[in-house]
Structures are given as C-alpha cells and as structure tokens.
C-alpha cells in the first residue's frame, strides 16, 4: 500500500512523456489531454499519500521529477509547436527555420522548464509552502498552455485565435507563465481541509467562475481557468492580505 503513490506519480511521469510523443508528431490535441492526464494523476498521488498517510523522501523527489517533464518541458513544447505554426512553418518547424531571428523564436519556449526547474527546486526546500504557494504553480502552468490548446479545438474565439496564431503573443505568455513561476507572488492551494466558506472564499469563487465558463463556452472556457486563478489569488492580496 505504502507504495501506491509514488505508483500513481509515475503514471503522472509517464503521461507527461506520452504528451512529449504526441507533440513531437503534430498531434496537440492528444498532447494536451496527456497533459491533462498527468494533471489528475498528480492530483492522485497527493491524495493517496494523505489517504494512506504514506509519506516519504523519495516520493518528494519523484513528484518534482514527473512535474518538470508533464507541467515544464511538455508544455513548452505544445507552445514551440504554435510558434512553428504561427509562422506557417512546415512541421518539424526547426528544421524548416531560416536566420537565426526565426531560430531564436522556435526556441523561446527553453524558459518555460527552466523555470519551472527552477521553481520545483525551490519548492521542495521551502517548507511556508505546505498550505498556500509563492509563485505559479507548474500544474498551472501547463494548464495554462493546455487550456489555449483545447480552446482553439473547440472555439473559433477571436481572443484565442489571435493568441495562438501569433508568435509574439506566444512569447509573451510564455515569459508571463515562466516568470510568474518564479516569482514570490502568493498563490492560494486548491487543497480544502474544511468546508468554511471564510476560509475557502477564494477556491469557493474559483470554482463557480470555471464552471460559469464552462458552461457559457464549453470546453473554450479552459483557457479561462488559470487567468482566474491568477487574478484571484492578487485580488485576494489586496483585499484579505495575509490569507492566501
């Protein structure tokens, strides 16, 4: 039993990997769902190992480990993947790239893992992390990139088609996500331990503007959650300092 979630992290490692494949032969829309996978999975683990009361070092470092590569480099390359497309570049876009300029370009998205390296590092020697995070959470992070995928699939959106068939929006929310990772901006847990509505206003407030979102735009409002999540947690600094 005691080895049950560090079972379910390497379903969270394996997903991420299965994504990297997929994107690495033009299918994003798979590639975004592996990730989304991999998201449930880490959720999993976590909750097995509190379940189970089954803690340990190595499950720590496993956990990070699987979140670089599903939440870090497998997003990073959903968004390399854009940019190539954006361009009107022929899939591999690297190799069909010209100048160094356009090379630079395609690889922008090397800061998206970097960050999010760095960011797992700092998490796992940072114990005033354990109820709310200071920066972006990596799972955020590929949410963040999926939920444009899955967006632009299901929606012909304007706000969504003009971010992911421009390389310079591209790049700029890219360094937005990869900066706010590292960043010491507080940013509230999903994790409930009760049901108090004082002390969950702000996952309380989340939820409903996700499934408002969902609901008006389908599976579109995935690229909705994370923006919310973000505005939410600096709302909350301005209005219940201290809390998140």
């Known amino acids: 039993m005691k080895h049950i979630p560090n079972i379910i992290t390497s379903l969270n490692l394996a997903a991420g990997f299965i994504s990297i494949l997929y994107a690495l032969n033009a299918n994003m829309e798979s590639a975004s769902w592996m990730i989304v996978a991999a998201m449930i999975f880490d959720f999993l683990d976590g909750f097995s190992a509190r379940l189970l009361k089954s803690y340990s070092a190595i499950g720590k470092e496993l956990d990070s480990l699987a979140d670089i590569v599903s939440f870090g480099i497998a997003p990073a390359l959903l968004v390399h993947n854009l940019i190539g497309s954006s361009l009107s570049l022929t899939f591999p876009a690297l190799s069909h790239a010209e100048g160094f300029l356009m090379i630079a ?140």
């Open 105 to 244: 370009v395609l690889l922008s998205p090397v800061i998206m893992p970097v960050c999010a390296g760095l960011r797992l590092a700092k998490f796992n020697i940072d114990e005033t992390q354990s109820v709310s995070f200071k920066g972006l959470p990596t799972p955020a992070n590929a949410l963040a990139v999926t939920g444009l995928v899955i967006a632009g699939r299901y929606s012909e959106a304007p706000l969504i088609t003009s971010i992911t068939g421009s390389a310079a929006w591209l790049i700029s929310t890219t360094i937005i996500l990869s900066v706010l990772m590292v960043t010491r901006i507080p940013m509230f847990s999903l994790k409930f331990k009760n049901l108090k509505l004082n002390e969950n206003a702000e996952r309380y407030l989340l939820a409903v503007l996700v499934i408002a979102g969902l609901t008006l735009f389908g599976l579109a409002g995935a690229a909705l959650i994370v923006p919310l999540y973000i505005l939410i947690s600096l709302a909350s600094l301005l209005f219940r300092p201290g809390k998140v």
